[in-house]
């Protein structure tokens, strides 16, 4: 495996190894100073050709920053002013027209928070309770729980380090509005002459003003929720290849025995081995990336191999539509004492993988195959290496089992994914580790460490080699198997990154977060290409459809969303769950999208309809162009499990649906 | 959570003194206190906000301990240890010392011996990965690793909204329908909420399990019977059956307790209560049915053909206990069921001419009310029921039946009546206090309390069973046997090890049945259809078995211990073979404990789906 993708980085990165350096230096000398070891101190100093007042303007740079950080709410205004000018703006919202007041009342929840921060930072401690008592219930619902988390801070003292503050303060709270609803909030504040909250506008908010009419409550309430509102209209401007790579030929027959194996198949199956609908992809897509854009790992034999497996199985795929359900299988794990954290399965349904909340790691074989050892090296040097059977005589078959234990981690296991090709599993952990396993001689081959949290989320490229990481520490990280540092960190989140998905054509990583939104990142330079808003809360799960234009994502809001790429546009919005979802699984065919959750339960939603009855034609940089389809037909099916968490759920290539999840006994 | 954390959770200054008391630090200033109080609770609140994403993370519903030292260590605390142990929370003893701070708890010496000699605690099963087919083309089979297909809460919402079931059909049917003229799809809107006709329809197999279960339950073959009822108490399924089964049972019971038909009355309550024990079904909406149908077969003057030998009595015992069940369960304060049932019974009580087996039915379903229940309804009246009673004793028309009937009262009172009379009377009263409180039955009641009073004394147990709910169980656990007398077979009279053999009881007397205390209909030559398709409220599909499902009939042999002429009912049932009843004389009617559990229920290890 060859890339120079890895190799870009560090390149880019040579000029500023000497600043790094100071930095480090710098860090050592604070240490020393902070121990009282001034021997050692000195000499540093000295041998570094450091002079203290380098020292201390790094300090004052630093104190700089963090009082002009803290001092944005600084403000000399009377502090019973600020309910008023409150009731103020709402009644003047109240008597808006119609169309207005929808989008003009979005204003008011920033204003209510920098409003109360404003009180808190300038000790007025009552004032802020009884402000937010007043009115924190006419906020929207989804909003009620980043109140909360307001609601925790009383004092100036607590605004330093708090997490959610933070990104109030450093950032701009984006609000899109017509410009007519614009003009009207205008006209308003420049009769009144309102100070303060001119300043909180000025400081706090962005208008981002598009012209069109005013947008309808269901397309507002669609996309708000995100910590700091919604995207703003530029940055899901750029150009996403969201088209697939055009697959090489897979001009392999297969061999005779394994068309034995699967039976009496008919003839004329053999014969129509160019099944136009699968042949498609093979057409120049417009919209795919160049398939040279990212380098990836070039295909051997055995790749394929399988390839030419899975075509022959996609052929024998069901059809599904609204007539024509699926079949699900559930696996079911019993006695899970220890908890079950994290269920993956691979992509031929061939091995089953789940992480437990000891640290452990778990393989089941969902085929009468059972998990075998490779041999000992010395034993392998005996294989006929020319021998036909020669994947078969590398393993011991002492060593066959249902199942293998990964030790290893030593915390909850967040994921487990499978590469492609079976042979490694990746794990991500409590501990801040991801391992990688082999999956041919059971043991663990890596271990990179770089997230220093609990790592949420990892995921294998459909093509293998890289892999993304999401964690505590707000960064979505890619990685390429044989480099133990990451080749791309992605930061851009403003709070935990809890899940990653790569796009089918591997050039794209999507992340899904604690601050509401879900960002599309380009693997080629490590820019953020589309924000998308419209979770009320974390979101837990990510799903590209397989024709990599629509991205669906499920969280503890209890919706599934689905954005179309092109735009970055909110397509539908699918209620029903009653707890989080945590898994999603798109059809073979793109026709169908099941989720399931903490409620014990599948659903299923009709994705072709939404598709079909999508608007395409409409300009979709006018947000109230966009059409957002909610209607409660869409959910096709729900099937309840007893008791049982739905942890993971795959379509198989002949489109029967596996579920999976631990069984929790009620007593 | 969010209403929750609005509502005033905050430390208040006082449990911070204390706690820094318990450290030992006094005399902590107030305002240091408040301030340490509040950034205490901004910090917890901070690490719980932290150990939400971990449960989130774990998929778990619970928030545990562990994920609250996670969230610690995740802000590079350290976790506070040992608040698993399961001796429960034992002050930590905290020492430091080498730049460390550790906690831990003291811990007892250990005998070696006795760890090393212990047998070896279970291992607990491994992890296991079961398969099943969860839906099938998108329909859920019914499998024991499945829900079932009804729950409780849907099955209430129906009741109050029977558009759910229409909207759920035609939501399916319009969907496809729709896919066609999708551009349109917004003027599709429902435009007008009308109250639908709910349709009940039975598939053909449905139809087949009921006629199944329906004929075992009253057919003549016990082991059919029992896997019938256990069918019906746990199946989770029934959902669609339920108002015929209750329409069977309520019909049964109007139809039997006219033609004293005994054995039908016991298993039809056999039926009834196995679908009160059935935990999926919601009977609410059928109570108007079921209970007056129960409380026939309390109080109803005669159940049985000849009620001086047959044991109507423990079928009484039984249904009373059924209608305690229900009150149990159903009652709330808008249906009122347990006033209105109590009023019922006290009535009977009261009633001067009611016939003694009503009073007797009466007793039992106060009885099985409990202790509040006997002294507000019951005892007031003893003094009445004893009128009643002596006068049957001393009176001059000799009538047997009455005479069991008051035996039976007797023996009743002294089941129900002591528990309630120690928790307000002394051991210090005398029998002349009772007789003036109680009047004839007075001395025995005293002579029961003083018994109770010395076994209450050396056992000095204060519980009296009436309390527990579990009395209505103790039928399960000890299966009384009900013999019908079937004059025409050679078996001699058994009495059930539920009566004491007792002299009255023994079959002296030798009257003709006819001349009993009247039933309306004529006993001999009956030909009776006992149940077919009853409420023809809801529109049946014509593969319903309508059929008569058992019939009486009279048989023309030749009695051998009574000289009645009358031929006794026989018990045939029509779709099967009219199977010789030979063995009808003596048949446990109402088996107990259903010891077979559900097969098939049992997955691997020690989980059960």
Redesign the interface.
Known sequence: MSTNLSDGPTEQDEPAVAKYDKQTLFAVLQFLQKHNLKETEQLLKQEAKVNDDDLRDENDKKAEVSQALAAVYKSDDDPSLYEDLYKDLKTFIDSCLDVHKVELSTILYPIFVHMYLELVYNNHEWNAAEFYAKF?QDQDEYY??D???L?????K??MNG?QLLESFKTSKFVIRMSRDSYTHLKRHFQEKRLSPLLNIIQDHLFIDVFDGVPRTQQQIQATYGGILGEAEKDVNKAKVFYGLLKEPDVNITLDEEEEAQEGDEKPKKKKSKKDPSLMKKSKNDPNAPPVTRIPLPELKDQDFRERAIALRDAKKRVKLD?????????????????????VDVSDDTSL?A?G??DGNV?V?SLTPNRLREMKDPEDLDNIDKEADDVMERIFDDKTASD?KLLIGHK??V?AVSFSPDRAYLLSSS?DGTIRLWSLLIWTNLVCYKGHN??V?DVKFSSHGYYFASAG?DRTARVWATDHYQPVRIFAGHLS?V?CCQFHPNSNYVATGS?DKTVRLWDMLNGSCVRVMTGHKN?V?CLQFSPDGRYLAGGG?DRLVLVWDLASGAVVAVLKGHT??V?CLCFSRDGTMLASGG?DDS?R?W?MQ?IF??QDTETDTSIPSNVTIND???LL??T????T??V?ALHFTRRNL?I?CGP?I?TS | MTSESHVGSVLSSKSIKIIAESIGISGLADEAASFLAEDITYRLKLIVQEAEKLRQHNKRLKLTCTDFDQALQMKNVEPVYGHTNKDGYIPFRHASGGGHEIFFTEEKEVDLHAVVGDPLPKIPSDVTLKAHWLAIDGVQPALPENPPPYTKDLQKQEIFDTNLKVTANRAAKASHIEGNKHKHYHKHKEAVMLKNLATHELSVEQQFYYKEITESCVGPDEQKRSEALQSLQFDPGLHQMLPRFVAFASEGVKINAVQNNLALLIYLMRMVKSLLDNQTIYLDKYLHDLLPTVMTCVVSRQLCLRPDMDNHWALRDFAARLVAQICRNYSNNTNNIQARVTKKFSKAIQTENAALATQYGALAGLGELGPEVIKSCLLPYICILGERMKGVHEGTALNSVDKIAVEHIKRQLLKYLPPVLKSFHNSTETVDEFNVAYGYLGPLLYSMFSQKEKSLSSTTSSVHPLTTSRSSLQLTQRPPQIVIQQPSTPVPLLSSPFLNPSPSITPLNSRPLSSLPSTPTGVSGQKFVIVSQARPSTPITPQTPSTPLVKLVTTQQPSLSTNNSTGPPKIVVIQGAPKAEDNSGNRTLLSGSTTVQQSGNNISGNDTL
């Not at chain 1, 609601?151 to 004092?155: L, Q």
């Not at chain 1, 609204?322 to 994290?342: E, I, R």
């Not at chain 1, 099937?639 to 007893?642: A, L, N, P």
Request: charge should be negative.
């Open positions: 924190w009620h729980e109140l909360s988390r609601a925790c801070v009383r004092k003292e607590h708090n609204s007539n024509h359900l699926p079949s699900v299988c559930f696996y079911t794990f019993l006695n899970s004492y220890q908890g079950v954290t994290s089953l789940a437990f909340s778990r089941w199942n915390g909850a967040f409590d949290f609990p949420w505590h935990d809890d604690s974390t837990h503890a707890n989080i945590c903490l599948i299923l009709d309809k079909s009855e209607s409660p037909s096709l099916a099937f309840f499990t007893k049982t968490t942890m649906l579920g069984f006994s």
